[in-house]
């Protein structure tokens, strides 16, 4: 058996030249105690990828009040992005009639809403043509009405079906202690107001009674003779029916359900 041939040295180098000098990377070296710069002083060049490779550019991180937030509906929006609007007195104005449209559940005439922002009634006027226009163009699900001597969001005519389709969905679920404690009011005081429920329960009581509403438990029986003439509600052949009830004389002693100490007539005297 023939012997493996020996391996082939690095030929040497050819004569009158230097002999082969090691590889050697471009830029700085790592030597012990710490680098070397590269001749000249200047600070050693970034490392270069492979060839065929896309570098990779770390994303610089977002900035701003708001930023990093998208997509994020539990983040978003935080205090300081409310803090961080810069507006003009025009913009001060707009930004709190719409906040008034948003929670008024009856039209508010014009001047009620220029006394209120503390503007000129001409101007809160523009103000609220603009913004019904606005909507307008831009298609949102809302659009806002000069009606009954007031201004007043309501649902875009568009949406009916959509609309139609949620308040028929949640006529399923249950009724929140909050809605069944201001139906019970209503029950046992009709005709009432909304200011006079809310002060028998201590909160505002807007939003449930646009629930009880939607689930036609409650309705309005007329006006208040009083100043301001303020809407007068009451219950419906459908709050009987889903008490089983014929007429209101079979509710329950609403004494029985008083707490220790509370009066039914204490209950009867406030406003």
Known sequence: MNDPAPAT??????????????????????????????????????????????????????????????????????????????????????????????????????????????????EVEELLVDLAGEYARDGRGFVLRAIAGGWRLYAHPGARTAVEAFLKAGQQSRLTRAALETLAVIAYRQPVTRFQVAAVRGVNVDGVFRTLAS???????????????????????????????NDLDQLPPIKDYLPEGVELLDLEEQP
Not at 40 to 55: C, D, F, L, N
Not at 220 to 242: I, S
């Open 9 to 122: 040295p690095n030929p040497p180098p050819p004569q009158g030249r230097e002999p082969y000098p090691e590889p050697q990377v471009e830029g700085a070296q790592e030597a012990e105690g710490g680098r070397e710069p590269v001749k000249g002083g200047q600070e050693p060049a970034s490392p270069v990828s492979a060839p065929g490779s896309v570098p990779v550019q770390e994303p610089e991180p977002p900035s701003g009040p708001g930023a990093g937030l998208e997509g994020d509906p539990t983040a978003w929006p935080p205090d300081e992005a409310f803090e961080a609007v810069d507006l003009d007195d025009r913009g001060w104005t707009r930004r709190n009639l719409e906040a008034i449209l948003l929670v008024a559940d009856e039209p508010v005439p014009a001047g009620v809403l220029a006394e209120i922002v503390g503007s000129r009634l001409s």
């Open 215 to 245: 689930r036609g438990l409650i309705h309005e029986v007329g006006t208040d003779p009083g100043p301001g003439q303020a809407t007068l509600y009451g219950t419906t052949p459908a709050f009987l029916e889903q008490l089983g009830l």
